[in-house]
């Protein structure tokens, strides 16, 4: 068990290089067990989620090799089982998109319920389950466990989403593959990573059209062969690092990234008073003077990513006046607001709504992360404070960010990784 220990109040300044999309990762890797031959990996980000993922693949009989730190070769021609690790897989939220390929492959599948972050209560799949059903397949939950069986192949169907939800329309695409016939997705999410996933999967021989918009149409294919393929740029990752330089202040390049992708982000910021430059693959973000007070309200892509709202909002609680940040995705993601308060920030949560009052500046102190982005928020609070921070559960921020530590002390940042015990003794020494 780790903690980070930060001395806030210096401004970040340098190029930093954005890994691959975690999101597109955790959806990818699943898509390999519908491959019949040798898939290579590119790009892949060095993280927890993605190292748990490829464990549950190995566990499951794949072979899997490392052709270097950010690039795997996954064969699971020779996966015979429906069944994963179950205690494996509800340590991540990715979890349920085993459910897809699972059933596309083998026309069974044994999954337990997703884990990862809790901002949210317990996340549902009844959209999941409503696609899979209608394709023909028995879907059932029980003590934590979900177990979807159809009796030869998934049949193509059109299913419409009742919300927008990125989970389901990976999850069904996943399924609908290798499924007979042609499924049409409606009301689908339009994320990058859901491009990703669909680029991913016709390289490797599917029928894929359509994904990025509201309509995904996907005609099954009998088999996929093995390939090539490199993961997109992170898009919240570089949104993190665009949110701390806001925060500090300073000039930093942030490279390897496609800036289409950050135009939401980059929009807000530039109204915040931070200049935002974008060139062909990468955008320079500089802040010199004060922080302008915003509204905010995520929604699905294109519109202001869910997944920023907590490190926004730190930044925030720095503007001049007061700024409105509505969350339009998910209940209860405003925990992170506790560990801001223990910081001096002035944040009032009524439901879905945050209203912030800017303050001249927040001081460090001993704080939690509650999930993955509210870690990283956490991390920004604590690189714009004055005097040291203490953060603990860095478990959650590790299984999005890679080497965020030293990323960040490569922009001039003062942040180390300190073991339980040592933190211990260093405040034994204070009070001795």
């Known amino acids: 068990m780790t903690k980070y220990v930060i001395n806030g109040g210096f401004s970040l300044n340098g190029e930093v290089e954005i890994s691959g999309a975690k999101n597109a990762a955790v959806a990818i890797i699943p898509a390999a067990l519908m491959v019949d031959g040798v898939c290579r990996i590119e790009n892949l980000p060095d993280i927890s989620d993605v190292k748990t993922l490829l464990s549950i693949l190995k566990e499951m009989g794949a072979r899997i090799k490392s052709v270097d730190k950010r690039t795997v070769d996954i064969d699971c021609s020779r996966i015979g089982t429906s069944h994963a690790t179950f205690d494996m897989m509800r340590r991540i939220r990715a979890s349920y998109y085993l459910i897809g390929a699972l059933l596309s492959r083998f026309g069974r599948a044994d999954v337990a319920m997703p884990g990862g972050c809790n901002f949210g209560g317990v996340r549902p799949i009844d959209q999941h389950i409503k696609g899979f059903t209608a394709m023909g397949a028995n ?27 990125v989970g389901a329309t990976v999850n069904l695409m996943l399924g609908a593959t290798l499924a007979q016939g042609m499924t ?14 669909a680029n991913f999967l016709n390289s490797m021989g599917a029928d894929i059209r359509g994904a990025g918009t509201n309509e995904i149409k996907i005609r099954g294919v009998r088999r996929m062969k093995g390939g090539f393929y490199s993961i997109i740029p992170d898009q919240i990752e570089a ?12 000039r930093v390049v942030i490279k390897d990234i496609i800036p289409k992708h950050l135009e939401c982000i980059s929009g807000k910021l530039r109204e915040m008073g931070v200049t935002v430059v974008e060139l062909e693959d990468s955008v320079i973000v500089q802040r010199d003077g004060p922080l302008n007070r915003t509204h905010i309200k995520t929604m699905p892509y294109p519109g202001f990513p869910t997944d920023m709202q907590p490190q926004i909002s730190t930044v925030l609680c720095l503007a001049e006046g007061t700024s409105i940040i509505t969350e339009g995705v998910w209940d ?7 560990e801001l308060s223990k910081m001096g920030s002035s944040v009032r949560v009524d439901g879905r709504t945050a209203l912030i009052e800017g ?16 870690g990283a928020a956490l991390v920004i609070a604590g690189l714009v404070a004055r005097g040291r921070t203490v953060i603990e ?13 030293s990323k960040l002390n490569a922009l001039g940042a003062d942040i180390k990784i300190a073991h339980h015990a040592r933190e211990d003794s260093i405040f034994r020494r204070r009070i001795g």
């Open 359 to 374: 303050v001249p500046y927040l001081t460090g102190a001993p704080i939690k992360a509650t999930d993955l982005r509210a």
């Open 332 to 338: 209860n993601r405003f925990k992170y607001v506790d």
């Open 184 to 197: 049409i997705i409606e009301n689908a999410a339009k994320e990058p990573h859901i491009v990703d996933l």
């Open 139 to 165: 879907v059932h939950v029980r003590n934590g466990i979900v177990t979807a069986v159809t009796g030869d192949v998934l049949r193509g169907t059109t299913i419409y989403l009742d919300i927008v939800s």
């Open 239 to 250: 949104g993190t690092y665009m949110a701390a330089v806001a925060g500090t202040g300073g």
């Open 393 to 405: 559960n860095v478990h959650y921020i590790e299984r999005g960010y890679e080497k965020m530590v």
